[in-house]
């Protein structure tokens, strides 16, 4: 056996990649997974085709996962993986100008035939013809391998090639001595009524991590210590897993049954596959036959006293707005989440996107102010889906939370929080029948929710315009013009019940880098290399968009200049420029792509001066 060089590394940037059909997801899935259970920070971007099975083979077919741990704080994916895995031609020529220039490239070699090289539109063989000079090439024969190991395994000569994903997985686990047992485990349980397929992965991922342990070719070993993190249990989470667990944890809090109705659509639907697991905890979970109905279902279920949820993307949203506005009007609780996905029409459905924005604030006839609320970082969608639910049934009104594909498909490892730690949700249906009316308000200008069925309590709702109070059918123009300020003034009450903007770094000065949603990581990660120069700038990130904080006029003013990098055409710059009449530096990349942190590192160097190293 050769002698292996053991190497203590802080953080590792890797990518998988192959054919949509190759498993990558489901590869660095389990990787990512693996490296939870070690005890390093992560973050992760899965990268796949809209297509269900693109050509085999073809530059359009390559799927991909990236994912970033580290020993410290991962607030990204990783800019440049340190490592590509490419299983074939196709999956090596799209990812290759991603890499950094030493990074190391590990290679399905039987996959470097004469049809899929043509496929990828290689004139050469990239593994001979030495244009892959100053990378750490490893050639790893993984499809052969793969059938010598599965000899005697009794599934055809098909199903044991698509075993290779977990050979290549098992050369990821040896070379950075990430625990495999989950994976083993994960496999029993999947195919345990498929005992041969189940003895097929197992066999391939044990010969991935043996053949890099005793060949001569993998001469290193890396080593990640686990991160210091906060007592707890914890659990590694894509965003759309937290955002219905956010919603759970809202319905026991609050006490309310959380009924969702939702029509699925990419990259949202994993919230709707993940809450009809929870049968158990009394979720009702409705797959209707259209944005519309989904949307109109979940307004008589908040009618009826249920906590209501829907989930869509930008085409979805669109749908949904005419029923947004009936929300509006009959000022009843409903949370939508808005997975943000590259636009217009339907786009780009598995890529990411900060365009709906402007759909969200003003895409509904007529004064319709809804709450709009935007999630940071994958774990982030847990909180911010609880807080949905909490402004929602305390102001009585519609509130958008906005996700995008990044955070809905990214992951990292959510402290499970403790029933004491969140905020108080509670809800109190109207009972007393004395002074009793439908649009009464109280303190926050919210009206009583009431409980059809209720004795004394008979009211009706409904779309037409309502008079003050009473509810009745109203076209008395005074009476409209009164009823939407007091609307609009409910939605910017809700800026009392929220906390004010938080600025990390010094409070005032030459550079502010204010940011919203998914660019939270690379923000963060940019701030933390310009601080580690010696260079001063501040960051704020708004996580409620209407209403604004309170203080966040007062904190634009305190900075000579404010970068606001958006995954749009600058959305809500245009937005700040209305309201706060200030001008403000643009930072804007519409790729289907989350910005980098070495972008926005460039950026904040082009404004306050500094080399960029």
């Known amino acids: 056996m050769a002698e292996k060089q053991l190497v203590k590394v802080e953080d590792v940037t890797v990518r998988f990649a192959g054919d949509s059909g190759d498993g990558m997801q489901l590869t660095g899935l389990q990787f990512s997974t693996s490296s939870a259970i070690a005890g390093n920070d992560l973050n992760t971007l899965p990268d796949y085709p809209a297509e269900i099975r693109a050509p085999a083979g073809s530059l359009n077919g390559v799927s991909g996962f990236q994912i ?39 290679v399905n070699e039987s996959s470097f035939d004469s049809k899929n090289l043509s496929l990828a539109k290689y004139e050469s063989n990239p593994l001979d013809d030495d244009s892959l000079r100053g990378y750490n090439l490893l050639r790893v024969p993984m499809t052969k391998a793969v059938m010598n190991a599965l000899e005697g395994v009794n599934i055809s000569i098909k199903e044991k090639e698509r075993c290779k994903n977990f050979f290549a997985l098992g050369i990821m686990f040896w070379m950075y001595s990430r625990p495999i047992e989950p994976t083993l485990k994960w496999i029993e349980n999947k195919f345990r009524v498929k005992p041969d397929i189940l003895d097929a992965n197992k066999k391939a991922l044990m010969a991935g991590y043996h053949y ?17 993190l906060p007592a707890g249990k914890y659990k590694n989470v894509t965003g759309n897993e937290a955002a219905a667990l956010g919603m759970v944890a809202a319905s026991w809090k609050g006490g309310l049954p959380l009924f969702l109705g939702s029509y699925p659509i990419t990259p949202a639907s994993e919230i709707l596959h993940e809450l009809s697991n929870f049968k158990g905890f009394g979720v009702k979970t409705f797959q209707a036959e259209d944005e519309i109905a989904a949307i109109c279902a979940c307004i008589g279920a908040s009618f009826a006293g ?23 009007m009959t000022e009843l609780p409903l949370v939508i989440i808005d997975v943000q ?11 990411t996107e900060q365009s709906d924005l402007m759909q969200a604030m003003y895409g509904r006839n007529g004064e319709a102010p809804v709450c709009v609320l935007a999630a940071s970082t994958p774990a982030d969608c847990f909180i911010m889906a609880y807080e949905a639910a909490r402004i929602a049934t305390k102001f009585m009104t519609p509130v958008i939370l906005l996700s995008d594909g990044y955070l809905s498909q990214g992951s990292e490892p959510f402290r499970i929080p403790k029933e004491d730690e969140l905020p108080d949700m509670k809800v109190e249906f109207r009972t007393e029948k004395e002074e009793f009316y439908p649009y009464l308000r109280d303190e926050n200008l919210s009206r009583p929710w009431a409980i059809p069925g209720t004795p004394g309590l008979e009211h009706r709702i409904g779309g037409l315009e309502k008079s003050h109070i009473y509810g009745n059918v109203s076209y008395v123009p005074e009476n409209h ?5 007091l609307r609009d003034q409910k939605i910017k009450n809700i800026a009392n019940d929220i906390p004010d903007l938080e600025v990390k770094g ?21 701030v933390h290399k310009i601080e580690a120069r010696g260079l001063k700038v501040s960051h704020a990130h708004l996580k409620y968009i209407n209403p604004f904080p309170k203080n966040l006029g007062d904190v ?21 420029r209305n309201q706060y009449l200030i001008e403000l530096v643009q930072f804007n990349k519409v790729q289907g792509l989350p910005i980098k942190a070495s972008e926005i590192e460039e950026q904040i160097l082009n404004i306050i001066g500094g080399k960029n190293e």
Do not use: C
């Open 68 to 106: 970033h741990f580290s020993s410290g704080e991962s607030t990204t994916h990783g800019d440049q993986p340190d490592v590509l895995v490419a299983m074939n031609p196709a999956a090596l020529k799209v990812n290759l100008k991603d890499l950094k220039p030493d990074a190391t490239i590990i």
């Open 212 to 228: 890099s342990e005793m060949t001569e070719l993998f001469t290193t070993r890396f080593v990640i210590d686990p991160v210091k």
């Open 306 to 328: 249920n906590l209501a949820l829907t989930t869509t993307s930008g085409p979805g949203l669109a749908l949904k707005m005419e029923a947004v506005g009936l929300s509006v």
């Open 341 to 351: 996905r590259g636009g217009p029409s339907t786009g780009l459905p598995t890529k």
């Open 481 to 485: 013009e009164f009823m939407v300020n």
């Open 506 to 526: 010094e409070q005032e000065g030459e550079l502010l880098v204010l940011g919203w949603g998914s660019t939270y990581g690379a923000i963060t990660a940019a």
């Open 556 to 576: 634009l003013k305190r900075f000579k200049k404010v970068l606001l990098p958006e995954i749009n055409l600058g959305q809500l710059s245009q937005i700040l």
